[in-house]
């Protein structure tokens, strides 16, 4: 798991201490130094084989560790361009370990600062696209474009589709990798067009199906972002007007979470709610164990990972 503060750190199933596997950035950085760009920001990080780990940091893109000595190397960096834009503000990636390919949400085009990120949600422009990078031919190309600040994203089991977590609309999507029965390749499908809150990171599930994190959920009557997207003209002044810090305080309260079990169709198969699992709030990725006795969520409030039995 990554911090903001550019630590990668290992846990180990039953050990409750975490070991330091490498950093991002600076040795120098300590916990008070979150989201500075010399620290690093890990996000996305995925297994492409036994002893290599592949991520994405926000500020350094996409990049390789090895597991066994804790050498980070980059491997695509956002100044490489891909449909004639960059490829950065990366946010999470899914490998095919077979063809090598590593494909990653970028949430927007628009080169925001990452203090500034919230505000390319309200706005709601839906700049962002999906990208692969194959390894073998140092290729990055667009899989897809005009996407909703997609978040998390995870490669269907036939690995025909890409599904990805569109934060700005609480949306979830597939987009066709290959032609299908169902849509021709770059084409997108709706899974679930309202998600109860933000989509955050997406997971397999060892039954089958995706794994959802829903870190905060969507208020009665709408959020201040839906709302503000129909009005764009109002928007615009509000923006101007009113400091960026009161959006985030009214549409980010990350005061209950949920872990949601996807069908591969978009239906909802089960859900884990914050008043069962207190520590579900702001939760950002929930992982099933492949015995499916255990859930693993993340808590991006804290830091904090916690091991819940399921049987």
Same mark, same amino acid.
């Given at each position: 798991? !990554? ?74 960096? !956002? ?23 590593? %494909? ?14 919230? /505000? ?22 667009? /899989? ?41 390749? !770059? ?43 129909? %009005?764009?003209?109002?928007?615009? /002044? ?23 079990? %996807?069908?591969?169709? !978009? ?45």
């Amino acid at each position: 798991m !990554g911090s903001r503060y550019g630590a990668i750190w290992k846990l180990a199933p039953g050990n409750e201490s975490p070991v330091l596997l490498a950093r991002t950035g600076s040795s120098d950085c300590k916990p008070e130094h979150s989201d500075v760009p010399e620290c690093g920001r890990p996000l996305g990080l995925r297994m492409l084989n036994a002893t290599t780990l592949v991520m994405i940091d926000l500020h350094a893109g996409l990049l390789a560790v090895d597991t066994a000595t804790g050498a980070v190397r980059t491997v695509l960096d !956002g100044d490489v361009m891909a449909g004639g834009r960059q490829t950065d503000m990366l946010n999470d990636l899914d490998v095919d370990t077979d063809t090598q390919t590593v %494909y990653m949400s970028q949430m927007s085009v628009r080169g925001w600062p990452l203090s500034d990120l919230d /505000v390319d949600i309200m706005e709601g422009q839906c700049t962002g696209r999906l990208l692969s990078y194959h390894i073998p031919s140092d290729k990055a190309e667009v /899989v897809a474009e005009g996407l909703c600040f997609p978040n998390g994203v995870q490669l269907s089991a036939d690995r025909k589709y890409l599904v990805v977590a569109e934060m700005a609309r609480y949306r979830l999507s597939q987009i066709a990798l290959v032609d299908t029965e169902l849509a021709r390749k !770059g084409e997108k499908i709706v899974l679930d067009d309202a998600t109860p809150g933000f989509p955050d990171n997406l997971r397999s599930h060892p039954d089958g199906g995706y794994l959802l994190a829903i870190p905060t959920l969507r208020r009665k009557g709408g959020q201040t972002i839906e709302i503000l997207t129909r %009005y764009p003209t109002i928007r615009k /002044v509000l923006y101007k007007i009113t400091p960026k810090a009161f959006y985030r305080l009214i549409d980010l309260n990350m005061q209950y979470g949920i872990c949601t079990h %996807y069908h591969s169709n !978009g239906t909802v198969l089960n859900t884990y709610h914050f008043d069962d699992f207190p520590t579900f709030r702001g939760v950002s990725q929930c992982t099933v164990a492949p015995d499916n006795k255990t859930l693993y969520t993340v808590n991006r409030l804290d830091g904090r990972v916690v091991m819940t039995p399921l049987a």
